[in-house]
T-cell receptor
Framework: NAGVTQTPKFQVLKTGQSMTLQCAQD?????MSWYRQDPGMGLRLIHY???????DQGEVPNGYNVSRSTTEDFPLRLLSAAPSQTSVYFC???????????????FGPGTRLTVL | AQKVTQAQTEISVVEKEDVTLDCVYE???????LFWYKQPPSGELVFLIR??????QNEISGRYSWNFQKSTSSFNFTITASQVVDSAVYFC??????????????FGQGTELSVKP
């Protein structure tokens, strides 16, 4: 299993450009989420999905779109990049445990985005 | 409203010392999950533990132990005999609801632990 993969690892954009951050998991997990990490603020939830075709907003959704057409993929789209979106973006995948606490939490390696 | 507070922004210890990282949470739900993650300097997030609100047993895994106390809404993390490799940022996180077993996490601000040789 590759776990959770994210591409690209690094990206530099100019203000106003659009782009898509890719996230994929091969564990057949129901939940997928996107977070952004900014210095001193921990991680904040942008959007999440509880299954294919179902998405919802998190704490900081403005400026981002998501869709979940398959269980495996959960891309994050920046519609018109702004310097305030400079951050590290993490995708996460979660399976539903059916027994005692087990290791069902996985984060991707992150995408470092800079918007000039 | 849900919230996670890690009041210790930075901690510095000398190798072999024990260190406790504090985590206090707020939630109105009776069913919730608490997590700890480690973020080493390389940047990835490493899952350490998940506890549900119905299980207050303390847990030990090698040099790591966790103390969950619902009475004080705390889920503290202790590293015994710290090592330089423990240097990282540690995050405590909360998710609410029976079916949300981590799909929506609320993170604390993180505690940066520095272990000096």
């Amino acid at each position: 299993n590759a776990g959770v993969t994210q591409t690209p690892k690094f990206q530099v954009l100019k203000t106003g450009q659009s782009m898509t951050l890719q996230c994929a998991q091969d564990m057949n997990h129901e939940y997928m989420s996107w977070y952004r990490q900014d210095p001193g603020m921990g991680l904040r939830l942008i959007h999440y999905s509880v299954g294919a075709g179902i998405t919802d907003q998190g704490e900081v959704p403005n400026g981002y779109n998501v869709s979940r057409s398959t269980t495996e993929d959960f891309p994050l789209r920046l519609l018109s990049a702004a310097p305030s979106q400079t951050s590290v973006y993490f995708c996460a995948s979660t399976g539903r445990s059916r027994g005692p606490s087990t290791d069902t939490q996985y984060f991707g390696p992150g995408t470092r985005l800079t918007v000039l | 409203a849900q919230k996670v507070t890690q009041a210790q922004t930075e901690i510095s210890v000398v190798e072999k010392e024990d260190v406790t990282l504090d985590c206090v949470y707020e939630t109105r739900d009776t069913t919730y999950y608490l997590f700890w993650y480690k973020q080493p300097p390389s940047g990835e997030l490493v899952f350490l533990i998940r506890r549900n609100s119905f299980d207050e047993q303390n847990e030990i895994s090698g040099r790591y132990s966790w103390n969950f106390q619902k009475s004080t809404s705390s889920f503290n993390f202790t590293i015994t005999a710290s090592q330089v490799v423990d240097s990282a940022v540690y995050f405590c996180a909360l998710s609410e609801g029976f079916y949300n077993q981590g799909g929506k996490l609320i993170f604390g601000q993180g505690t940066e632990l520095s272990v000096k040789p």
